[in-house]
């Protein structure tokens, strides 16, 4: 069965700081896609970043990037100069390819204070 | 386009009660899946549709739940009889045939279920 675990369900941190969320994921599949979305208080999702597991690189997003260890799972979401909007419900999500069935972790609520 | 659209936005009912959850997701889009949020579990897949046809339940959590998508313009949810520990946010998300790789799912705003 696929799996996201995300160990941290809540984290704050100062404006204008540096954070880490960590995510990791549990497959036996070789092909598949990682994500990470935003849930703001509205409920609406947002995707932030995505990366392609057969891609060695790691994606970034003007101030999103992750880091992406497929050996060892894992896939976390560094957000550089925090902003106060950035203040939300964190999804870290993978699906293999071909499937259509998108699997959650249980999210990380990330606060922002000014 | 106006989105995926879910009614109500907030319901809350008494134990035992029926509950229907309403989508309609985006014109065009051949997928549609039901997700419920909760803070311990985060967002789990119930079902999803394609072109209408249920594909994969294996996340409906008992038989008190079920889903129909009678055409390509509107999905139910309905959990008969429900229980406190159904409250929860559903979402609706819909999507074309191939994005779910992309990541492209559109979501609805999801309808807050409380059962007292």
């Known amino acids: 069965a696929q799996t996201v675990t995300q160990s941290q369900p809540e984290m704050s941190v100062q404006e204008a700081e540096t954070v880490t969320l960590s995510c990791t994921y549990d497959?036996?599949?070789?092909?598949?896609?990682l994500f990470w979305y935003k849930q703001p208080p509205s409920r609406q999702m947002i995707l932030v970043i995505r990366?392609?597991?057969?891609?060695?690189q790691n994606a970034t997003e003007n101030r999103f990037s992750v880091n992406f260890q497929k050996a060892a799972k894992s896939f976390s979401l560094k957000i550089s100069d925090s902003q106060l909007g950035d203040t939300a419900m964190y999804f870290c999500?993978?699906?293999?390819?071909?499937?259509?069935?998108?699997?959650f972790g249980q999210g990380t609520r990330l606060t922002i204070n000014p | 386009d106006a989105g995926v659209i879910q009614s109500p936005r907030h319901e809350v009912t008494e134990m035992g009660q029926e509950v229907t959850l309403r989508c309609k997701p985006i014109?065009?889009?051949?997928?549609l899946f039901w997700y419920r949020q909760t803070m311990m579990r985060g967002l789990e897949l119930l079902i999803y549709?394609?072109?209408?046809?249920?594909?994969?339940d294996s996340g409906m959590p008992e038989d008190r739940f079920s889903a129909k998508m009678p055409n390509a313009s509107f999905s139910t949810l309905k959990i008969q009889p429900s229980e406190p520990r159904d409250s929860a946010v559903y979402f609706c998300?819909?999507?074309?045939?191939?994005?779910?790789?992309?990541?492209?799912?559109?979501f609805g705003e999801g309808s807050r279920l409380t059962v007292l």
């Open positions: 998300a819909s999507t074309r045939g191939g994005q779910v790789n992309t990541g492209e799912l559109f």
């Open positions: 497959t036996s599949e070789n092909n598949y896609y």
């Open positions: 990366q392609e597991a057969y891609k060695q």
């Open positions: 999500a993978f699906v293999i390819w071909g499937a259509q069935k998108l699997v």
């Open positions: 014109s065009g889009h051949d997928y």
């Open positions: 549709f394609n072109n209408n046809v249920p594909i994969d």
